[in-house]
């Protein structure tokens, strides 16, 4: 049972210490904001009855302009603020 316990501390002290980041920046997430606006804008036009308004928007939101806040390149590192611009 001891040897057990002595494996896990092994492999728990030998596990490298990096840094994860998230791959969004303020973009990304402004793009996300945009298109979640459009899509609730789209149900909203579809409960008051709107057939043409709110298919176009669903559509729009869902197809185009989530993908698009998912592939921008958004630098999480350049959201962050340097030493250049603490001055």
């Not at 840094?19 to 909203?44: H, M």
């Not at 302009?65 to 921008?72: F, Q, R, S, W």
Request: aromatic share 6%; charged share 20%; proline share 8%.
């Amino acid at each position: 049972m001891g040897e057990i316990m002595a494996v896990k501390a092994k492999k728990s002290s030998a596990a490298p210490a990096e840094e994860i980041r998230w791959p969004f920046g303020k973009k990304n997430y402004i793009a996300f904001a945009i298109a979640l606006a459009v899509i609730i804008v789209g149900y909203i036009s579809l409960g008051q009855g709107s057939i043409t308004l709110a298919p176009i928007l669903l559509v729009l939101g869902y197809c185009v302009l989530i993908p698009v806040a998912l592939i921008i390149k958004g630098h999480p590192e350049d959201d962050k603020p340097g030493p250049a611009d603490s001055k």
